[in-house]
């Protein structure tokens, strides 16, 4: 297994999936997951769900800049720390972000997302 090539898998299908479907990013967390949007904690596939879905646009693009990722641990874990820019619809200006995700394999062979944390970058 290559780091790298799973983690920008991972990162194209999260973001491609948030861009068009948001509410198809549930499979991707499990109960014991945890995002952390901009300071506010959420715990639970339906309550990151939710938050994700509920978010005040209907449209946006990401488009990302760097990916960087580590194995984390003897479970086969890995840390995936991206950073990009947001474009909402009808805004002229784009905001930058960085997000960075705790994947953890399932039995199954895929990954899912036990941590995420997610900030705007203020200049």
Do not use: W
């Amino acid at each position: 297994m290559d780091p790298d090539a799973v983690s920008k898998a991972f990162v194209e299908h999260y973001y491609s999936t948030f861009d068009t479907n948001r509410t198809g990013l549930a499979g991707l967390y499990h109960e014991t997951s945890m995002l952390t949007f901009e300071g506010q904690k959420f715990q639970g596939a339906q309550n990151i769900t939710n938050k994700i879905a509920g978010l005040p646009f209907q449209q946006c693009q990401h488009q990302i800049t760097t990916v960087d990722c580590q194995p984390s641990g003897p479970a086969g874990g890995m840390l995936v720390f991206v950073s990009g820019n947001l474009q909402l619809a009808g805004e002229h200006h784009a905001l930058k972000f960085s997000q960075m995700f705790h994947l953890m394999p399932t039995p199954q062979g895929s990954f899912y997302v036990l941590n995420d944390i997610f900030r705007l970058n203020y200049a």
